[in-house]
Nanobody, 115 residues
Framework: QVQLVESGGDWVRPGGSLRLSCTASQTIYSGYAMGWYRQAPGKERGLVATLRAGRDPTYAASVRGRFTISRDNAKNAVYLEMNSLKPEDTAVYYC?????????WGQGTRVTVSS
């Protein structure tokens, strides 16, 4: 079973930036999707961004142009650079891996955007 560990969540003022990291406990094939979801109180968990070999990254419309997803396959890691953060970005962010019919989730890292 794949274990995922996230880091980088913090409090930040609107307009600020954060970089989230996620490292998997074992090799993740580049053809498998890795990415990020988020969930805020009172809202459904939703896609933030995903990336896999052979395809362009996918982004939620609400973060497109502000967030950038990247991977380091040698490190079995995925990153999320978040810029121009808004209060509505406040949520727990979860690392995600999709492998065949299986999916794996990290424990979550909290991002709070407020003045």
């Amino acid at each position: 079973q794949v274990q995922l560990v996230e880091s980088g969540g913090d409090w930040v003022r609107p307009g600020g930036s954060l970089r989230l990291s996620c490292t998997a406990s074992q090799t993740i094939y580049s053809g498998y999707a890795m990415g990020w979801y988020r969930q805020a109180p009172g809202k459904e968990r939703g896609l933030v961004a995903t990336l896999r070999a052979g395809r362009d990254p996918t982004y939620a419309a609400s973060v497109r142009g502000r967030f950038t997803i990247s991977r380091d396959n040698a490190k079995n890691a995925v990153y999320l650079e978040m810029n121009s953060l808004k209060p509505e970005d406040t949520a727990v962010y979860y690392c995600y891996v999709k492998a065949d019919s299986m999916e794996f989730w990290g424990q979550g890292t909290r991002v709070t955007v407020s003045s």
